[in-house]
């Protein structure tokens, strides 16, 4: 399983950006994808998971602000991240994993990741 995030940059607060996860290998529709990050100094943590086409979750910090999505024919997963704060600043990556997990989601449960994009929110 291979995947490739992209989409990262610098952006102001308030503004938005799409991160995009593309997966080969595995189909994202019968798979697991999250989102995580790890600011510097930070432990990596969970921001969003899409879970095979059936549900998603989100990090109380990203509630109603991000959006977690799926374009099956693409294979791509995606992070839309609106009104982004300071705070947000990270690098982000995409991960995969075959069945969900009630106890989900550490970064530990994840075996299968992608390279990090960095998202840099001025204030």
């Known amino acids: 399983v291979q995947l490739q995030a992209s989409g990262g940059g610098l952006v102001q607060a308030g503004g938005s950006l799409r991160l995009s996860c593309a997966v080969s290998?595995?189909?994202?529709?019968?798979?697991?994808v999250g989102w995580f990050r790890q600011a510097p100094g930070k432990e990596r943590e969970f921001v969003a998971v899409?879970?095979?086409?059936?549900?998603?979750r989100y990090a109380d910090s990203v509630k109603d602000r991000f959006t977690i999505s799926r374009d099956n024919a693409k294979n791509t997963v995606y992070l839309q991240m609106n009104s982004l704060k300071p705070e947000d600043t990270a690098v982000y990556y995409c991960?995969?994993?075959?069945?969900?997990?009630?106890?989900?989601?550490?970064?530990?449960?994840?075996?299968?990741w992608g390279q990090g994009t960095q998202v840099t929110v001025s204030s």
């Open positions: 290998g595995r189909t994202v529709s019968t798979s697991v």
């Open positions: 899409s879970k095979y086409s059936t549900g998603t």
């Open positions: 991960a995969s994993r075959i069945n969900w997990i009630v106890s989900c989601c550490r970064s530990s449960d994840f075996a299968s």
